[in-house]
C-alpha cells in the first residue's frame, strides 16, 4: 500500500535553504513513477510546485520557483528531493508529495492519487 511521507520542513529565514524529502513509509517502489510537489497556504487553493517524471527524468516547476528550487530522484533510496534555495515568505506552506497523477511538459494535473500528509515550511524573519 503506499503511504508517502514528506520531512524536511521548518522555520528559515527569507533567502534561506531547504531539502524536502518524499519516501514511502511501506516500501513502496517510487522509482518509476511520476512525482508532484504541491503545497497549500491558508485562503488560498492548492498550488503544483514541481514534478518528476522518475522514469526519465523530466522535470517542471511553477514559474515562481524556477530558479529557485529544485527537484531530483534517489531511485537507489527511493526518495525524492525538493531542494528550495533562495526562500521567500510566499514560499511559506505545507508541502506535499503525491502520485499518480500527470507531469506534463507545461503542467501538472490537478488530480493526483496518493498523498502524503504534508511538511511545514515557513519563511519569515
Known amino acids: 500500500q503506499v503511504q508517502l511521507v514528506e520531512s524536511g520542513g521548518g522555520l528559515v529565514q527569507p533567502g534561506g535553504s531547504l531539502r524536502l524529502s518524499c519516501s514511502d513509509s511501506n516500501g513502496f517502489d517510487l522509482r518509476y513513477t511520476a512525482i508532484g510537489w504541491f503545497r497549500q497556504a491558508p485562503g488560498v487553493e492548492r498550488e503544483g510546485v514541481s514534478c518528476i517524471r522518475n522514469h526519465n527524468g523530466f522535470t517542471n516547476y511553477v514559474d515562481s520557483v524556477k530558479g529557485r528550487f529544485t527537484i531530483t530522484s534517489d531511485k537507489a533510496k527511493n526518495t525524492i528531493y525538493l531542494q528550495m534555495d533562495n526562500l521567500k515568505p510566499e514560499d511559506t506552506a505545507i508541502y506535499y508529495c503525491?502520485?499518480?497523477?500527470?507531469?506534463?511538459?507545461?503542467?501538472?494535473?490537478?488530480?493526483?492519487?496518493?498523498w502524503g500528509q504534508g511538511t511545514q515550511v515557513t519563511v519569515a524573519s
Open positions: 503525491a502520485i499518480g497523477g500527470v507531469c506534463g511538459e507545461n503542467y501538472m494535473s490537478p488530480r493526483w492519487d496518493y
